[in-house]
């Protein structure tokens, strides 16, 4: 625990407190909207929110990022609700926890480096429409239960008249206080204070306007310890296995990308693998006292980050909150308005989104602008999970692509007569086909010498490159040797055994062929 407080000054803890009530007060309708989605209690969701947010500010690896209850979760849960029940839903989240705790044991969590900047560019743009639709939701009517209300032809009913323009003025106010209060003071956070100011006014003038008790009570007792009531069978085990492993991808990479967000806009340096065991140990301990699950939340994060909190205690603060509100503070919780909240998330988008983005347009690769847009673009329609792998897929085949084109040779003749192919560049899957049309086994003399000095065998279709290069000169009946190996194109060549059937060459007088130990002991 002491790491928990050891760094903090009394302002330092003063602002991880004030931000962590501004986040808990945010938190509360995007548990309850959840909870919604997921077609579980609202209870289900705010447990959630509690749980993951303690747990993941104690154990994970990134301070001042805030996990709970989250939409990609919930789209994910939904079918396993509707199909089998609540219990199995508890029962994925456990499973999926540990998968994340095993994946944090084995270190792959750093393997979110290979997430290229234009797809992190398209995550953070298309998370930040993804909150800016979702609030379109509040604009929709709703009867007690939260369900959207429908004419008789099956259309949306919104907002519309007076409600509406209270709706508009209460948000309007909500983002000015945002945004002008840090320029007169900073002492306490200027969402906090937005929230406190709106609901003052919506209560003092008696404004007809949806607040968070419209949406559905949040009040309830603590948490109880609960073993998934499902059987513990084959079957069972079937059927959660294929949710869980998603949920577990899916709250990794949302989380790892988050992470590496709050990295850069605190210019601090988060821990991913600690963050994979932080959030699956969050997940485990949710499905054991009935939580939905979650991992990072990118909107709830930057507002901890904006709002001054840096610690663990802000997270921990803003779970604890979120607790006081589900025991006691309900009635009170219950008034703010959800326009107000709406204002709030509002400022979110406007600072998630990387505006700075449309002036790269035309100064970097047309390659990378495509690739960060179609990764927001998934984002809003699909998946953030498809849409992170499709983007790291793109900039692979891009990645690919482009270096095909960088293997050449320049040639000479050597003392004896023969041609030797100097080669340069990677020797891959992607430039197999430009290697062979480089050398001309027809007209070249019967001794080849093809130098890997300045090259590199990266994979086995090199492998298959080079040996059916050696079978073009055999037919030709010339002897084909090659030159200058790194010890790992060595390795791969005795690997792959009868396939090169080729004489290596190893130049005593170069010693990239062979290791330090090995040169040493032949002479």
Request: glycine share 10%; net charge neutral; proline share 4%.
């Given at each position: 625990?002491f790491?928990?407080?050891?760094?903090?000054?009394?302002q330092?803890?003063?602002?991880?407190?004030l931000?962590?009530?501004?986040?808990?007060?945010?938190?509360?309708?995007?548990?309850?909207?959840?909870?919604?989605?997921?077609?579980?209690a609202?209870?289900?969701?705010?447990?959630?929110?509690?749980?993951?947010g303690?747990?993941?500010?104690?154990?994970?690896?990134?301070?001042?990022?805030?996990?709970?209850?989250?939409?990609?979760?919930a789209?994910?849960?939904?079918?396993?609700?509707v199909?089998?029940?609540?219990?199995?839903?508890?029962?994925?989240?456990?499973?999926?926890?540990?998968?994340?705790?095993?994946?944090?044991?084995?270190?792959?969590?750093?393997?979110i480096?290979?997430?290229?900047?234009?797809?992190?560019?398209?995550?953070?743009?298309?998370?930040?429409?993804?909150?800016?639709?979702a609030?379109?939701?509040?604009?929709?009517?709703?009867?007690?239960?939260?369900?959207?209300?429908?004419?008789?032809?099956?259309?949306?009913?919104?907002?519309?008249?007076?409600?509406?323009?209270?709706?508009?003025?209460l948000?309007?106010?909500t983002?000015?206080?945002?945004?002008?209060?840090?320029?007169?003071?900073?002492a306490?956070?200027?969402?906090l204070?937005?929230?406190?100011?709106?609901?003052?006014?919506t209560?003092?003038?008696?404004?007809?306007?949806?607040?968070?008790?419209?949406m559905?009570?949040?009040?309830?007792?603590?948490?109880t310890?609960?073993?998934?009531e499902?059987?513990?069978?084959?079957?069972a085990?079937?059927i959660?296995?294929?949710?869980?492993?998603?949920?577990?991808?899916?709250?990794?990479?949302?989380?790892?990308?988050?992470l590496?967000l709050?990295?850069?806009?605190?210019?601090?340096?988060?821990?991913?693998?600690?963050?994979?065991i932080?959030?699956?140990?969050?997940?485990?301990?949710?499905?054991?006292?009935?939580?939905?699950?979650?991992c990072?939340?990118?909107g709830?994060?930057?507002?901890?980050?904006?709002?001054?909190?840096?610690?663990?205690?802000?997270g921990?603060?803003?779970?604890?909150?979120?607790?006081?509100?589900?025991?006691?503070?309900?009635?009170?919780?219950e008034?703010?308005?959800?326009?107000?909240?709406?204002?709030?998330?509002?400022?979110?988008?406007?600072?998630?989104?990387?505006?700075g983005?449309?002036?790269?347009?035309?100064?970097?690769?047309?390659?990378?602008?495509?690739?960060g847009?179609?990764?927001?673009?998934i984002?809003?329609?699909?998946?953030?999970?498809?849409a992170?792998?499709?983007?790291?897929?793109?900039?692979?085949l891009?990645?690919?692509?482009?270096?095909?084109?960088?293997?050449?040779a320049?040639?000479?003749?050597?003392r004896?007569?023969?041609?030797?192919?100097?080669?340069?560049g990677?020797?891959?899957?992607?430039?197999?086909?430009?290697?062979q049309?480089?050398?001309?086994?027809?007209?070249?003399?019967?001794?080849?010498?093809?130098?890997?000095k300045?090259?590199?065998?990266?994979?086995?279709?090199?492998?298959?490159?080079?040996?059916?290069?050696?079978?073009?000169?055999?037919k030709?009946?010339?002897r084909?040797?090659?030159?200058h190996?790194?010890?790992?194109?060595?390795?791969?060549?005795?690997?792959?055994?009868?396939?090169?059937?080729?004489?290596?060459?190893?130049?005593p007088?170069?010693?990239?062929?062979?290791?330090?130990?090995?040169?040493?002991?032949?002479?």
């Amino acid at each position: 625990m002491f790491d928990l407080i050891s760094k903090h000054t009394p302002q330092n803890i003063k602002n991880d407190i004030l931000s962590g009530l501004t986040v808990a007060l945010a938190l509360v309708p995007e548990a309850v909207a959840f909870a919604f989605v997921a077609h579980v209690a609202p209870l289900v969701g705010l447990y959630a929110a509690f749980i993951m947010g303690l747990v993941a500010a104690i154990v994970g690896g990134r301070p001042g990022m805030i996990t709970g209850a989250t939409g990609a979760i919930a789209v994910v849960v939904v079918a396993l609700v509707v199909q089998h029940g609540v219990e199995y839903l508890f029962a994925a989240v456990i499973l999926a926890g540990l998968l994340q705790i095993l994946i944090g044991l084995f270190k792959l969590g750093k393997f979110i480096r290979l997430v290229p900047y234009p797809v992190f560019l398209g995550f953070v743009n298309g998370l930040a429409l993804v909150i800016l639709i979702a609030q379109l939701e509040q604009f929709k009517l709703k009867d007690e239960t939260g369900k959207i209300l429908t004419d008789a032809a099956g259309n949306v009913q919104w907002v519309s008249g007076e409600a509406l323009w209270i709706m508009f003025a209460l948000i309007a106010l909500t983002m000015a206080i945002i945004h002008f209060l840090p320029k007169f003071t900073k002492a306490i956070p200027s969402t906090l204070v937005a929230i406190v100011v709106g609901t003052i006014i919506t209560l003092g003038v008696g404004l007809n306007t949806s607040t968070v008790g419209d949406m559905a009570s949040i009040q309830g007792g603590l948490p109880t310890f609960h073993i998934p009531e499902i059987p513990f069978s084959l079957e069972a085990f079937k059927i959660v296995l294929p949710y869980a492993v998603i949920m577990a991808l899916v709250g990794l990479i949302e989380s790892l990308l988050t992470l590496n967000l709050i990295d850069e806009l605190t210019e601090t340096r988060g821990q991913p693998n600690r963050e994979c065991i932080g959030q699956g140990v969050a997940n485990t301990t949710t499905g054991l006292f009935g939580g939905m699950g979650g991992c990072a939340m990118v909107g709830q994060s930057i507002i901890n980050i904006k709002s001054g909190g840096r610690g663990r205690l802000s997270g921990i603060a803003a779970a604890l909150f979120l607790l006081s509100f589900i025991l006691v503070g309900s009635p009170l919780i219950e008034q703010i308005p959800i326009a107000v909240l709406v204002g709030v998330m509002f400022m979110v988008v406007i600072g998630t989104f990387e505006w700075g983005s449309f002036r790269l347009i035309g100064k970097i690769p047309p390659a990378d602008t495509l690739i960060g847009i179609s990764v927001a673009i998934i984002t809003v329609f699909f998946d953030l999970a498809i849409a992170v792998i499709t983007g790291v897929i793109l900039s692979a085949l891009v990645f690919a692509w482009q270096h095909a084109k960088h293997i050449y040779a320049t040639t000479r003749t050597n003392r004896m007569g023969g041609k030797v192919y100097e080669l340069n560049g990677p020797l891959f899957f992607a430039s197999t086909q430009h290697f062979q049309e480089i050398f001309d086994p027809k007209n070249d003399p019967d001794d080849v010498v093809v130098d890997f000095k300045n090259a590199r065998v990266a994979d086995h279709s090199a492998i298959e490159a080079i040996d059916k290069l050696a079978e073009r000169y055999l037919k030709e009946h010339k002897r084909l040797h090659l030159k200058h190996l790194a010890p790992e194109c060595r390795q791969l060549l005795k690997t792959a055994g009868d396939l090169v059937e080729v004489n290596v060459v190893e130049d005593p007088s170069y010693h990239v062929a062979v290791d330090k130990k090995d040169f040493e002991g032949s002479r």
